[in-house]
T-cell receptor
Framework: DGGITQSPKYLFRKEGQNVTLSCEQNLNHDAMYWYRQDPGQGLRLIYYSQIVNDFQKGDIAEGYSVSREKKESFPLTVTSAQKNPTAFYLC????????????FGSGTRLTVV | SQQGEEDPQALSIQEGENATMNCSYKTSINNLQWYRQNSGRGLVHLILIRSNEREKHSGRLRVTLDTSKKSSSLLITASRAADTASYFCATDPESYNTDKLIFGTGTRLQVFP
């Protein structure tokens, strides 16, 4: 079955650590996105990539980094510079050009301990 | 920045009743989409309506779009307990040259058996 796989489902980070969230898709989608969701809130865009080896900052990119070396993969690193990283992180992808809906992964819940 | 705002923030109804959620946005759009999110899960795309469309149906879902008022509504008819979830509208702003969706804050729907 095609879809987006996010791992791990739960992640705990110590102060000062960098952590990487995985996002893999086998849908042959061109564009991929990372969103952050805080409790009871909507989604805020962190980074997005429309093609391999290219990505753009979203609204809240500070303290995060990404790479897009393969079409299937778009990992997100939460660096120690992100002061409030506890949140639910969602990866999404979209096929081709608009208008198509996004396909989302099941999310990674990151907690700072 | 969040383009869309849903109203109401929370809605509780009995099974069999209709549920109506509204979304208002700020700038001109290419299209507007509705998503559903079950607790702790990723979002699922429900329906997309283009800026030149006024109404769209999909099963028990009916979406309307009024671009003059910059608003949309999602109607779920004959609701079921399984419809309990958060519902988000997302806009594809016309001013962007990329397909970045901007999500609203969501409506939490509770359907009681």
């Amino acid at each position: 079955d095609g879809g987006i796989t996010q791992s791990p489902k739960y992640l705990f980070r110590k102060e000062g650590q960098n952590v990487t969230l995985s996002c893999e898709q086998n849908l042959n989608h061109d564009a991929m996105y990372w969103y952050r969701q805080d409790p009871g809130q909507g989604l805020r865009l962190i980074y997005y990539s429309q093609i391999v080896n290219d990505f753009q900052k979203g609204d809240i990119a500070e303290g995060y980094s990404v790479s897009r070396e393969k079409k299937e993969s778009f990992p997100l690193t939460v660096t120690s510079a992100q002061k409030n990283p506890t949140a639910f992180y969602l990866c999404a992808s979209r096929y081709g050009q608009a208008p198509y809906g996004y396909t989302f992964g099941s999310g990674t819940r990151l907690t700072v301990v | 920045s969040q383009q869309g705002e849903e109203d109401p923030q929370a809605l509780s109804i009995q099974e069999g009743e209709n549920a109506t959620m509204n979304c208002s946005y700020k700038t001109s759009i290419n299209n507007l989409q509705w998503y559903r999110q079950n607790s702790g899960r990723g979002l699922v795309h429900l329906i997309l309506i283009r800026s030149n469309e006024r109404e769209k149906h999909s099963g028990r879902l009916r979406v309307t779009l009024d671009t003059s008022k910059k608003s949309s509504s999602l109607l779920i008819t004959a609701s079921r307990a399984a419809d309990t979830a958060s519902y988000f509208c997302a806009t594809d702003p016309e001013s962007y040259n990329t397909d970045k969706l901007i999500f609203g804050t969501g409506t939490r729907l509770q359907v009681f058996p």
